[in-house]
C-alpha cells in the first residue's frame, strides 16, 4: 500500500500546480489514498491544514470557483443520477462499451471533469464521507475565496440551476403520452395533469428568481404541483403493480421520473432558501449526488437494478399476494393447510411411482428427462388445480409477503415484534404443510406398494433400487444436502417465474383476450368469462409449477450432458421414495427413523434455501433492509413468552395500545 501523504504536504503542493484542474486533482487523488473508511478523517485533516494555512486555503477556494464558472454546470444537474431516455439494453452496450474503450475526456464539461477526478473504483470512500465534513470544507472554501469570485460564482450557479430546472420540466411534462403511462392510467390523456402544470409553473418560477420578484404565494402554488406530480407516480405505479402489470420500459420511466421530480426539488431549494445554511446543506446534497452517479456511470449492475425495481415489486407484489394463503394465523387456518397437504402427498406418492416407473424403462438420458419432467409438471398443475398444498412452493411465496411487511413497518419502532410474530407463523404454517406431505406421501406410497405386492406376488422395488433408494437421501454419500439445495434454488425461481407470468398477464390483459378469442366464439358469453377469468387468476402458478417441473426432471440430464453428478432431493418424493424402498425391503426399525431424518434435512435445506433466497429479492426490490439483530431476539422472546405458538396458532392474537385502552375505558 503506498504511503498517504500528509495533509499540509498537499496544500503546499497547490502552489505547485500550474492551473485550477491539477490543484483540484492533487485534492482528490489524496482523498482516495488509503483506505476508503478513512476518507472522511483525511478530509477533515486537509481541512484543518488550510484552516492553518490562510493563503493555501484562498488559492484552492479560488481555483474551484474558477473552476466552476469555467464549465458547462447544467448537464450534470440535468443527466447525473437520472436515467436517460435511451432503452435499458442500449445503456447497458453502452455502459459495457465504455468499460473496454473509455471515452476521451473533455474538461468543459463537469460530467467529463468529474470522471477526470472520481472512477468506478471510488464509491466507497465517497459513501465514507458524511455531509458534515463536506460542509466543515464547503465552509472554510467561502470563507476564503475572494468575495468577487464568490458573487460571480454564485451568479453563474443561479443561471445554469434556473436553466436545469426548466429543462427537467419540460422532460417530465413530455412524459405525459408516453403510451406505457397511457396504458397504466388512461385519464392522463384526458385531464390536464400535473405534468403539464408542472411545466407552466416552473416557467413562471424560474422567471420570478432571475428578476428576484418571487412571491410566496407562487412558490406555495409550485410545491402543491410538486405534490400532486409526486402522487401521480406514486398512483401509477401502485396500478400497474396492483392491476395493469409492468414492463421493464414503463418500470424504468418511472424511475426516471422519480428521479427528474426528485432533482428538481433539490435545485429549487438551492434557489429558494435563504438562509446558508439551509442552502449549503441542499448545496452538498446535490455534490454527494453527483459524485456517486459518477461512481456508477459505468456500472451495469446498478442500473439494471434501479431500471427493474419497479418491475421487480410488481413480479414480487404478485408473489405477495399468493403468500398471504400460506400464512396460517388461526386454527381454522391451521387445518385448511394441513388438507391440502395432504391432498398434495396423495399426488406426490402416485408421481413418484409413475417416476420410477419411467426410469425402468431404460429410455435414453433425453427421453427420459423429457417425460419425468412432463410427469412432475403436470402433477404439479393437478396439484394446483385440486386447490392442494406443496410445502416447498410456500417459501418463495410467503418470504415476498414478509419483505411487503417489512416495507410497511420500516419506519415502525414495533416492526420488529410484529415481524417476529409473523416469522413464526411462516416457519410453523411451512413445517406444518411438510408434515402433512411427508404423512400423506408415505400413507399412500405404503398402501400402492401393498396393493403392488398383492396383486403382481412382488415388491415395487427390485433390491438393487431400494439399495439406490435409501442411499440417494444419504446426506454424505449421497450428496443429498447439495441435490436439496439445488431443489430450493429451484423452488425460488420457480416463485420468481410464477410472478412474472402474473405480471405478464395483467399487462396483456390475458382475460379481456381470453374473452374476444376466435377459438371460444362456440362458447357462452357467461362460460367464456368464467374460463377467461380462471386461466387469468391461475396463469402464473399454473406456468410457474410446470416450469418447477421442467426444472426438477431436466436437472439430472443437464450434469449428464456437463459430465457433473447433478440431481435433485425434494422432502416429499424423498419421503415417498423412502417408504417404497423400505416396504420393499423392510430391515428395521432403525434404518424407517434415519431415513426419517434425512428426509426432514432435506425439507429443512428446500425451505430454507428458497426463503432465504426470496426474502433477499424481494427485500431488494423494496429498497429496504432487514435488521436481523433485531428480529432475531424478538423471535426468542416471543418464543419464551409462548413456546406453544411454533407448533400451534393461537387464535386470540396480542391487542394493540388502542385496543386495550378502549376496553379499560369500556365499563
Known amino acids: 500500500m503506498p504511503a498517504i501523504t500528509p495533509a499540509f504536504k498537499v496544500i503546499d503542493g497547490f502552489s505547485l500546480c500550474a492551473n485550477d484542474t491539477e490543484r483540484l486533482d492533487v485534492f482528490f487523488t489524496y482523498l482516495r489514498e488509503g483506505e476508503p473508511k478513512l476518507a472522511e478523517l483525511r478530509l477533515e485533516q486537509l481541512v484543518l491544514a488550510l484552516a492553518n494555512s490562510p493563503s493555501q486555503a484562498a488559492l484552492f477556494a479560488n481555483s474551484v470557483c474558477n473552476e466552476a464558472k469555467k464549465i458547462k454546470l447544467s448537464p450534470a444537474f440535468v443527466q447525473l443520477g437520472i436515467f436517460s431516455k435511451n432503452g435499458l439494453v442500449t445503456d447497458i452496450f453502452r455502459r459495457l462499451y465504455n468499460k473496454v474503450n473509455p471515452p476521451?475526456?473533455?474538461?468543459?464539461?463537469?460530467?467529463?471533469?468529474?470522471?477526470?477526478?472520481?472512477?468506478?473504483?471510488?464509491?466507497?470512500?465517497?459513501?465514507?464521507?458524511?455531509?458534515?465534513?463536506?460542509?466543515?470544507?464547503?465552509?472554510?472554501?467561502?470563507?476564503?475565496?475572494?468575495?468577487?469570485?464568490?458573487?460571480?460564482?454564485?451568479?453563474?450557479?443561479?443561471?445554469?440551476?434556473?436553466?436545469?430546472?426548466?429543462?427537467?420540466?419540460?422532460?417530465?411534462?413530455?412524459?405525459?403520452?408516453?403510451?406505457?403511462?397511457?396504458?397504466?392510467?388512461?385519464?392522463?390523456?384526458?385531464?390536464?395533469?400535473?405534468f403539464i402544470a408542472l411545466q407552466r409553473e416552473t416557467h413562471q418560477l424560474v422567471n420570478a428568481i432571475k428578476n428576484d420578484t418571487l412571491d410566496p404565494k407562487d412558490r406555495a402554488h409550485f410545491w402543491v404541483i410538486i405534490e400532486q406530480c409526486q402522487q401521480q407516480v406514486k398512483r401509477i405505479r401502485a396500478r400497474g403493480i396492483n392491476q395493469m402489470g409492468f414492463s421493464a420500459h414503463a418500470s424504468r420511466m418511472l424511475e426516471r421520473l422519480d428521479q427528474t421530480l426528485n432533482r428538481m426539488v433539490l435545485l429549487i431549494q438551492i434557489l429558494d432558501f435563504r438562509h446558508p445554511h439551509q442552502k449549503a446543506r441542499c448545496v452538498l446534497n446535490l455534490w454527494r449526488q453527483l459524485l456517486i452517479s459518477v461512481t456508477e456511470r459505468n456500472s451495469v449492475r446498478a442500473i439494471y437494478r434501479k431500471s427493474t425495481r419497479t418491475f421487480a415489486q410488481s413480479v414480487t407484489q404478485n408473489k405477495s399476494n399468493h403468500g398471504e394463503h400460506y400464512i396460517a394465523k388461526t386454527k381454522n387456518d391451521y387445518f385448511k393447510i394441513l388438507r391440502g397437504a395432504c391432498g398434495a402427498g396423495v399426488i406426490i406418492a402416485l408421481l413418484a411411482w409413475v417416476k420410477m416407473y419411467i426410469e425402468t424403462l431404460q429410455l435414453s438420458p433425453l427421453n427420459n428427462a423429457l417425460l419425468v419432467s412432463l410427469n412432475y409438471g403436470v402433477g404439479f398443475m393437478l396439484v394446483h388445480i385440486l386447490h392442494f398444498t406443496i410445502a416447498t412452493k410456500q417459501p418463495a411465496m410467503t418470504a415476498a409477503n414478509f419483505a411487503a411487511h417489512v416495507e410497511k413497518n420500516k419506519q415502525g419502532r414495533t416492526r420488529?415484534?410484529?415481524?417476529?410474530?409473523?416469522?413464526?407463523?411462516?416457519?410453523?404454517?411451512?413445517?406444518?404443510?411438510?408434515?402433512?406431505?411427508?404423512?400423506?406421501?408415505?400413507?399412500?406410497?405404503?398402501?400402492?406398494?401393498?396393493?403392488?405386492?398383492?396383486?403382481?406376488?412382488?415388491?415395487?422395488?427390485?433390491?438393487?433400487?431400494?439399495?439406490?433408494?435409501?442411499?440417494?437421501?444419504?446426506?454424505?454419500?449421497?450428496?443429498?444436502?447439495?441435490?436439496?439445495?439445488?431443489?430450493?434454488?429451484?423452488?425460488?425461481?420457480?416463485?420468481?417465474?410464477?410472478?412474472?407470468?402474473?405480471n405478464r398477464a395483467d399487462y396483456i390483459e390475458l382475460k379481456d383476450r381470453l374473452i374476444g378469442h376466435p377459438l371460444f366464439r362456440a362458447i357462452s358469453l357467461q362460460r367464456r368469462e368464467r374460463i377467461a377469468l380462471y386461466i387469468h387468476q391461475n396463469y402464473g402458478a399454473l406456468g410457474g409449477n410446470f416450469i418447477f417441473g421442467v426444472l426438477l426432471g431436466m436437472t439430472s440430464y443437464l450434469g449428464y450432458l456437463i459430465d457433473v453428478p447433478l440431481d435433485i432431493r425434494h422432502v416429499a418424493f424423498s419421503s415417498s421414495h423412502a417408504a417404497y424402498a423400505h416396504i420393499s425391503d423392510y430391515q428395521s426399525w432403525l434404518t424407517v427413523l434415519s431415513s426419517l431424518f434425512f428426509v426432514l434435512m432435506i425439507g429443512f435445506i428446500n425451505l430454507w434455501v428458497s426463503f432465504g433466497l426470496a426474502l433477499f429479492v424481494a427485500l431488494r426490490s423494496r429498497n429496504c433492509e432487514l435488521d436481523i439483530a433485531s428480529v432475531r431476539s424478538a423471535v426468542i422472546n416471543q418464543i419464551k413468552q409462548r413456546p406453544t405458538s411454533l407448533f400451534w396458532p393461537n387464535d386470540h392474537q396480542p391487542l394493540t395500545k388502542s385496543q386495550s385502552s378502549s376496553q379499560r375505558r369500556t365499563p
Not at 127 to 146: P, Q, T
Open 104 to 194: 476521451p475526456k473533455r474538461c468543459n464539461d463537469i460530467n467529463d471533469l468529474l470522471s477526470y477526478f472520481v472512477g468506478g473504483e471510488d464509491k466507497a470512500w465517497v459513501k465514507a464521507i458524511s455531509h458534515k465534513c463536506w460542509f466543515k470544507l464547503y465552509r472554510l472554501l467561502v470563507k476564503s475565496a475572494a468575495p468577487e469570485a464568490i458573487r460571480s460564482t454564485g451568479a453563474y450557479m443561479k443561471s445554469e440551476l434556473c436553466y436545469s430546472l426548466e429543462m427537467l420540466s419540460i422532460w417530465i411534462a413530455a412524459e405525459e403520452l408516453d403510451p406505457e403511462l397511457l396504458r397504466i392510467d388512461r385519464r392522463l390523456s384526458e385531464v390536464d395533469s400535473p
Open 416 to 502: 420488529s415484534k410484529k415481524l417476529a410474530r409473523l416469522l413464526i407463523n411462516v416457519n410453523r404454517s411451512q413445517w406444518f404443510a411438510v408434515w402433512g406431505n411427508i404423512t400423506a406421501a408415505i400413507i399412500v406410497s405404503v398402501l400402492v406398494s401393498l396393493l403392488f405386492s398383492h396383486l403382481y406376488g412382488n415388491p415395487v422395488l427390485n433390491s438393487e433400487q431400494v439399495a439406490y433408494q435409501t442411499a440417494a437421501i444419504h446426506p454424505i454419500h449421497g450428496l443429498a444436502w447439495l441435490y436439496a439445495a439445488i431443489a430450493g434454488v429451484w423452488l425460488f425461481l420457480s416463485g420468481i417465474i410464477t410472478g412474472i407470468l402474473d
